[in-house]
């Protein structure tokens, strides 16, 4: 069964600061990847996914992530956060044949001024 | 407009009650999910439905029971409420799970809805 880790469980930054959210996954078999965004009191948004292709993959807000099938990673990143990033970020993975999504514990983003 | 709804947003009630959530999509997907998402913010999938049919079922306590009278509705009824069902519960839904393709991977969200059990 595949698995996510989110190695941090908050990351405080400063606004117009480059952020990383990390994540790792297992899986014996291939797999798609994505990030999801909640925001305070709200659902699930989806930032981008990785199904095949370029492993540097674009999402909304800025955001971007690289999928390396040889460390299991699919970190997040953002060159210039705002205050309005603030929110909590799930990464998740699911089987290539399965329809099971699979979320890391999340990593909540606190941008400060 | 709203893809995937659910209702009610908030529901507070006391141990030992029924209630229901209900979900709705207008986005033509024939799989939908429920989801629940705990204290921690820990999200799990509990049930999957394909155009009517269970494909996913979870080890989720019989009070959960799970019902969808087409493949745009995927209603949740819980029986005899536990101070442990206190969570966000949200429905999703995405393309057909027997077709592997870009859109049918990417699950969307509803809104949540928030069971309080007192």
């Known amino acids: 069964a595949q698995s996510v880790t989110q190695l941090d469980s908050q990351v405080p930054v400063f606004e117009e600061a480059p952020v990383e959210l990390r994540c790792n996954y297992s899986?014996?078999?291939?797999?798609?990847l994505f990030w999801y965004v909640q925001y305070p009191n709200q659902g699930l948004q989806l930032l981008l996914k990785?199904?095949?292709?370029?492993?540097l993959v674009k999402g909304i807000n800025g955001f971007e992530a690289e999928f390396n099938k040889s460390q299991t990673s699919f970190h997040l990143r953002k060159p210039s956060v705002h205050i309005s990033d603030t929110a909590e970020y799930f990464c998740a993975v699911k089987r290539e044949y399965g329809n099971k999504l699979v979320f890391g514990a999340g990593t909540i983003l606190r941008v400060k001024s | 407009d709203t893809a995937v709804s659910q209702t009610p947003k908030y529901l507070v009630t006391q141990m030992g009650n029924d209630k229901s959530i209900k979900c709705e999509q207008n986005?033509?997907?024939?799989?939908m999910y429920w989801y629940k998402q705990d204290s921690k913010k820990f999200l799990k999938i509990m049930f999957s439905y394909n155009n009517k049919e269970l494909i996913i079922n979870e080890t989720v306590p019989n009070r959960f029971s799970p019902k969808s009278p087409d493949k745009a509705h995927l209603n949740l009824h819980i029986n005899s409420l536990e101070l442990g069902d206190s969570a966000v519960y949200f429905c999703a839904s995405s393309g057909s799970f027997f077709v592997v393709s870009s859109g049918a991977n990417v699950l969307t969200f509803g809104a949540g809805s928030r069971l309080t059990v007192l």
């Open positions: 899986s014996s078999v291939s797999v798609y």
């Open positions: 990785y199904l095949s292709g370029s492993t």
């Open positions: 986005l033509g997907h024939d799989t």
